[in-house]
């Protein structure tokens, strides 16, 4: 879904996200009624942290808004991993739960990686199990992590054939940047994946047509690294220091927006971009997951 800009097309993301979550919303109440439940999502919070609190506020509000059933549970900062663990396990038997979601960062002396090892990879809607991480790169059906599967949804809906682009992602996180080169690869692009340690940035970000930035700096990437007609996909949610007279600073992405405007075909806007895909994308998980639970074919369309 685009948008007229200057220059570049406006890559809508919040429009394609309400599109994909009201047909979710559809093939969920056709689900409810032929399995007799609605598909459900167990979201697991431990801890006050005030951001993590946000999402798995928004999450559970995402979820009832299309027909999924949201199963909060909120455990407090001193909960021990054995209790966690035995959580985890819980929702791993329960019936009604198609989909887990432990929220991260946990709180320091949990081990994040044994706390997601233990959720059944069939209920891995994060896509973070070294199960669903081997899938994806062999070339097996699996969970794909939210964030690099929304930006793919963009890509294909902005350039439909991916074959022979020259891409660059830029970050090498295990939940954006190492998918999404992933998933690129996957689709015929030629993938360079660039990171912290990497050399001349700006001219192999110059060489590319699509470009992925998933860094966490605010603006690193400038429009004069832009090769012109690109297609700009930004993950990065930077908070800026607020302006004075202002409580909160403005939010933007790891790409210098104003800039990179007016050399590219298409760019994504933070916020309005990426942002709303990811949870979008964990409802169509979700709804996978539940299909596959109850022993349904998959739906089109999602
Ligand atoms: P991360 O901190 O785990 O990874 C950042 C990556 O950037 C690292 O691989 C590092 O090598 C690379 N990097 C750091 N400095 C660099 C530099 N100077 N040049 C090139 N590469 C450099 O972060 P993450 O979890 O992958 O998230 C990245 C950004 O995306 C953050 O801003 C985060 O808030 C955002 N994010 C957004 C969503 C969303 O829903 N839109 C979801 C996840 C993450």
Not at 11 to 19: L, P, R, T, V
Not at 92 to 108: K, R, T, W
Not at 130 to 159: H, W, Y
Not at 210 to 223: D, Q, S
Request: charged letters at 20%; a negative charge; proline letters at 6%.
């Amino acid at each position: 879904m685009l948008a007229a800009t200057s220059g570049a097309e406006l890559i809508d993301g919040k429009a394609f996200a309400e599109a994909l979550r009201a047909r979710i919303g559809e093939r969920a109440a056709a689900f409810a009624q032929y399995a007799g439940r609605r598909p459900g999502l167990a979201v697991v919070l431990v801890g006050e942290d005030p951001a993590s609190q946000v999402y798995v506020g928004a999450k559970a509000k995402a979820c009832e808004a299309a027909g999924i059933a949201s199963f909060e549970h909120r455990l407090s900062a001193d909960t021990s991993e054995a209790a966690l663990l035995s959580l985890v396990e819980r929702l791993n038997q329960d019936e009604a739960v198609d989909g887990i979601l432990v929220q991260m960062p946990l709180p320091q002396g949990l081990d994040e990686q044994a706390i997601i090892a233990a959720i059944n990879p069939d209920k891995d809607v994060d896509g973070f199990h070294v199960i669903n991480a081997g899938r994806l790169s062999v070339g097996q059906e699996g969970f794909i992590p939210c964030t690099p599967l929304g930006c793919m949804m963009l890509l294909k809906d902005r350039l439909g054939d991916l074959s022979g682009l020259d891409a660059v992602v830029i970050g090498r996180s295990n939940i954006v940047g190492k998918p999404m080169a992933q998933l690129l690869v996957d689709a015929n692009a030629t993938v360079t994946i660039a990171h912290s340690r990497t050399k001349n940035l700006a001219d192999i970000v110059r060489r590319a047509d699509i470009v992925v930035a998933a860094v966490g700096r605010p603006e690193m990437i400038r429009g004069d690294w832009i090769k012109p007609g690109a297609t700009v996909i930004d993950v990065g949610i930077n908070r800026l220091p607020p302006e004075e007279g202002k409580e909160r600073g403005r939010l933007v992405g790891d790409v210098a927006f104003a800039e990179s405007r007016d050399v590219a075909g298409a760019i994504t806007p933070v916020p309005g971009g990426v942002g709303p895909m990811t949870i979008a994308v964990l409802l169509r998980n979700t709804l996978v997951a539940a299909h596959h639970h109850a022993g349904m074919p998959v739906p089109e369309g999602l």
